[in-house]
T-cell receptor, first 111, second 111 residues
Framework: AQSVAQPEDQVNVAEGNPLTVKCTYS??????LFWYVQYPNRGLQFLLK??????LVKGSYGFEAEFNKSQTSFHLKKPSALVSDSALYFC?????????FGAGTRLTVKP | EAQVTQNPRYLITVTGKKLTVTCSQN?????MSWYRQDPGLGLRQIYY???????DKGDVPEGYKVSRKEKRNFPLILESPSPNQTSLYFC??????????FGPGTRLTVT
């Protein structure tokens, strides 16, 4: 079965600095990869996905993610962090109808 | 407005008292799913449904039931809730573009 790991529980960055939230995955076939964001007391919101094509995927709110097949990674990035980006971020992988989420990474952007 | 609604948003109940959490989507999506979110574990899929009258178990189905009698509704049923089912529950509706739309969540406490 597929799995996904987010090695960092917490990431802290200063506003204006670039941010990276890490994700690695394991699947038996071609990966369908996703990033979701959860703000306090809210459901998850879709940010971006990788199905096929370009390794650099652009998504909502200025986020992008880089698919790296050799390293089985799908790290989320943003060139310049905003305080409003502070939230819980989830990486997910889908294989057939089975969806697996990582444990989440809490991003805190400080002014 | 495209949305997924869940009710109730908060529920405190006692062990063994049957309950139902409703989920409804207005996007005419065929695919819907239920998750539970627990600290440090991310989201885990309970059940999913690919269409009306088609449901299947996810990662953690024990103690739960679902039904899909019509496309827009996908209720989650706990026949005999136990304290280990205390959690935050999310319903999701999945588009043909493979993007999940999450409801606002239901926080369930079983005493």
């Amino acid at each position: 079965a597929q799995s996904v790991a987010q090695p960092e529980d917490q990431v802290n960055v200063a506003e204006g600095n670039p941010l990276t939230v890490k994700c690695t995955y394991s699947v038996s076939g071609n990966p369908y990869l996703f990033w979701y964001v959860q703000y306090p007391n809210r459901g998850l919101q879709f940010l971006l996905k990788y199905i096929t094509g370009d390794n650099l995927v652009k998504g909502s709110y200025g986020f992008e993610a880089e698919f790296n097949k050799s390293q089985t990674s799908f790290h989320l990035k943003k060139p310049s962090a905003l305080v409003s980006d502070s939230a819980l971020y989830f990486c997910a992988v889908r294989e057939a109808h089975d969806m697996r989420f990582g444990a989440g990474t809490r991003l805190t952007v400080k002014p | 407005e495209a949305q997924v609604t869940q009710n109730p948003r908060y529920l405190i109940t006692v062990t063994g008292k049957k309950l139902t959490v409703t989920c409804s989507q207005n996007m005419n999506h065929e695919y819907m799913s239920w998750y539970r979110q627990d600290p440090g574990l991310g989201l885990r899929q309970i059940y999913y449904s690919m269409n009306v009258e088609v449901t299947d178990k996810g990662d953690v189905p024990e103690g739960y039931k679902v039904s899909r009698k019509e496309k827009r509704n996908f209720p989650l049923i706990l026949e005999s809730p136990s304290p280990n089912q205390t959690s935050l529950y999310f319903c999701a509706s999945i588009s043909r573009l493979d993007e999940q739309y999450f409801g606002p969540g239901t926080r369930l406490t079983v005493t």
